[in-house]
T-cell receptor, first 114, second 111 residues
Framework: EAGVAQSPRYKIIEKRQSVAFWCNPISGHATLYWYQQILGQGPKLLIQFQNNGVVDDSQLPKDRFSAERLKGVDSTLKIQPAKLEDSAVYLC????????????FGPGTRLTVT | TQLLEQSPQFLSIQEGENLTVYCNSSSVFSSLQWYRQEPGEGPVLLVTVVTGGEVKKLKRLTFQFGDARKDSSLHITAAQPGDTGLYLCAGAHNYGQNFVFGPGTRLSVLP
């Protein structure tokens, strides 16, 4: 079974530029999560989708971050414009049933903002 | 917002030694998870504990959930270099609620 796929693996941009990350969850997983993991910290949930609907985006900085999951499968996370403090690893995870809380994580995208 | 603390922050030991890492909070959890994250990879779920006092074993790893469901420990027996990684705990207040992660314990097992 293929795992959660993310791309790109690495991205370096200058502040005020835009960037987008892509995630393809495990086939059949209805729930998709985006996390931000700053160096030395644990992952912090940014947004949770159930199929193509948003369940929780309370910690998403909506003035610069946006995410979508149009067909209930793949998802993109965008930052516009980026700030230095956005440098982090962006992790995507998926789960079959949110009640089971068994999340499978992708390898992440390491973003460096200079 | 629940706050999870993990200790120690860093741990470096020799192969074959035993170790215990801790996860603590002032809040009661309905369930708690432990993950291991290797460099350049996402976290991998090791175990979920839901009952106060519960003990689960996974080969050389022993997980315990505190009686009051506010803390947990992970004990590794005879550590191996392959155990090297970031150990994260994550807790949820209510069933079905999203988990909040602690900062992790970074373990290095030297051959």
């Amino acid at each position: 079974e293929a795992g959660v796929a993310q791309s790109p693996r690495y991205k370096i941009i200058e502040k005020r530029q835009s960037v987008a990350f892509w995630c393809n969850p495990i086939s059949g997983h209805a729930t998709l999560y985006w996390y931000q993991q700053i160096l030395g910290q644990g992952p912090k949930l940014l947004i949770q989708f159930q199929n193509n609907g948003v369940v929780d985006d309370s910690q998403l900085p909506k003035d610069r971050f946006s995410a979508e999951r149009l067909k209930g499968v793949d998802s993109t996370l965008k930052i516009q414009p980026a700030k230095l403090e956005d440098s982090a690893v962006y992790l995507c995870a998926s789960s079959f049933l949110v009640e089971l809380n068994e999340q499978y994580f992708g390898p992440g995208t390491r973003l460096t903002v200079t | 917002t629940q706050l999870l603390e993990q200790s120690p922050q860093f741990l470096s030991i020799q192969e074959g030694e035993n170790l215990t890492v801790y996860c603590n909070s002032s809040s009661v959890f309905s369930s708690l998870q432990w993950y291991r994250q290797e460099p350049g990879e996402g976290p991998v779920l090791l175990v979920t504990v839901v009952t106060g006092g519960e003990v689960k074993k996974l080969k050389r790893l022993t997980f315990q959930f505190g009686d009051a469901r506010k803390d947990s420990s992970l004990h590794i027996t005879a550590a191996q270099p392959g155990d090297t990684g970031l150990y994260l705990c994550a807790g949820a207040h209510n069933y079905g609620q999203n988990f909040v992660f602690g900062p992790g314990t970074r373990l290095s097992v030297l051959p």
